[in-house]
């Protein structure tokens, strides 16, 4: 499944509330975890996509490689949200 841009910004939107509430997480789990109905693709895009704005980075845990807002990203999630953890 293809994502418009509408879809790809909403998704966007999802991944930084995510890691905001939830803290740092791996792709697969943060598949699994959101409730869109999108490709683990997608998903991984998307990550992708934030980290090279700046808004997210990765950090290699092991084996896996887990994925943690900026501070950069907590400011736009801030305005996302309307300031605060909710």
Do not use: C, W
């Not at 996509?49 to 990203?73: A, H, M, Y």
């Amino acid at each position: 499944m293809k994502l418009d841009n509408f879809e790809r910004e909403q998704l966007k939107e999802e991944l930084l509330i995510h890691f905001y509430k939830e803290g740092p997480d791996h792709s697969y789990r943060i598949y699994k975890k959101i409730k869109s109905a999108v490709t683990y693709s997608s998903v991984r895009t998307a990550l992708k996509t934030l980290e090279n704005e700046g808004l997210i980075r990765s950090v290699k845990e092991g084996r896996q490689i887990n994925f943690e807002l900026t501070d950069k990203g907590k400011q736009v999630v801030e305005k996302l949200i309307g300031g605060g953890k909710q």
